[in-house]
Structure formats: structure tokens, C-alpha cells
């Protein structure tokens, strides 16, 4: 006679599990929740990286310069009349004075103090008279030709440089910070 604990005729009892179910422990509401603390720091982990990887690929995204090459231009191919995508106008005289009417571009005082250290910019257009220089930047690089325009009065300034072909040259600029991707073009009419 079998006799355990006192109780006679006792018999082992079978597992009211199934397999499957011994398997996998069921879940305490702590477990659960240590579940979703995980979830939650990994997505803080994980969204710094993404909007990281979003900032450095609309950075890598943003328009540069116009098509073409750099160019080298002769004065007399730089004066006339030049205008960008929205009507700005600016007329380059043979003389080195010129005149502009809502142009687009980046400009600057060097009077004037900003983040940049001395010199302050006012950029998007711009309407006035004054005196304007070509500059060839061959000098150690494929050379260029740079057109800086100063303002009367004052010591507003901007600049310019070409590029594209003979047959159809432009001058360009960013405006403001190169990595905000603003592109001021100037078409040259004929």
C-alpha cells in the first residue's frame, strides 16, 4: 500500500500543461512592462541617429553650384546685362560702375558686425548703383573670374563668380550659409 504524506491511494497527478505552454512561462504585468521600457529606450536611442542621418543627408542633397565649369571671363564679356530666375536685373558697364533693380545675391558690410566677426550679411536682393571689379583667381586652381559689385554709398558688397561656357556663362552665388543650399544665378542676357 502506497502511503504518502498519510494519505493513502494517493497517485501522481499529470502536468495540466500542454508542451507548448511549459515552454513559455506566461508573462507578469513587470514583465510586460520591462518589455515596453526597453522598446521605449531603444526608440530614444534610435530617433537622435535617424534625425542625425536626416540633417546629413539633406546636407548632402542640397543644390550646389550651376551646371557648367568654372570659367575665366575678359571684362568686356562680364560687363552687360545679367538677370536671375525671379526678374532682378544687373546691368555691368564698360566703365566699372553698374546699376541693379531687386537682384538676387549674398551681401555683406564689413562696417557692420555680426556672427561672422565683422561682417554682417543682407542677403536675398537688392536695388542700387555703384562700382563694380573682376578678379581672375588662376593663381594654384583652375582659374575663375570673380565680379565683386560695391555699393554707393557705403561698403555694402557682393560677389560673383562665373562659370558654365562662353557661349552661355552665368554668375552665381550662395546666399547665406552655403549649407542652407540657396543658389543666387545670374543669366547673362544678350
Known amino acids: ?13 499529470p502536468w495540466p500543461l500542454d508542451e507548448r505552454e511549459w515552454q513559455k512561462p506566461p508573462m507578469s504585468g513587470s514583465t510586460k512592462r520591462g518589455i515596453g521600457c526597453g522598446i521605449g529606450v531603444l526608440a530614444m536611442v534610435l530617433a537622435p541617429v535617424a534625425l542625425v542621418g536626416m540633417v546629413l543627408a539633406g546636407r548632402a542633397t542640397a543644390p550646389g553650384p550651376p551646371e557648367g565649369e568654372p570659367l575665366v571671363l575678359a571684362k568686356e564679356l562680364v560687363a552687360g546685362s545679367w538677370s536671375d530666375a525671379a526678374g532682378g536685373t544687373l546691368e555691368l558697364g564698360a566703365d566699372g560702375r553698374f546699376w541693379a533693380a531687386a537682384v538676387c545675391g549674398d551681401f555683406s558690410d564689413p562696417t557692420a558686425s555680426g556672427p561672422g566677426g565683422s561682417f554682417s550679411s543682407r542677403d536675398l536682393t537688392w536695388t542700387g548703383a555703384g562700382s563694380w571689379s ?9 582659374g575663375v573670374t570673380e565680379v565683386t559689385v560695391r555699393l554707393d554709398p557705403g561698403k555694402t558688397r557682393g560677389q560673383y563668380e562665373a562659370r558654365g561656357s562662353a557661349e552661355a556663362p552665368v554668375l552665381w ?12 544665378v545670374l543669366k547673362k542676357r544678350h
Open 1 to 13: 500500500m502506497n502511503d504518502v504524506g498519510g494519505r493513502s491511494g494517493w497517485q501522481p497527478q
Open 134 to 142: 573682376v578678379y581672375d583667381s588662376s593663381a594654384g586652381r583652375k
Open 173 to 184: 552665388a550662395y546666399v547665406g550659409d552655403p549649407d542652407d543650399g540657396r543658389v543666387c
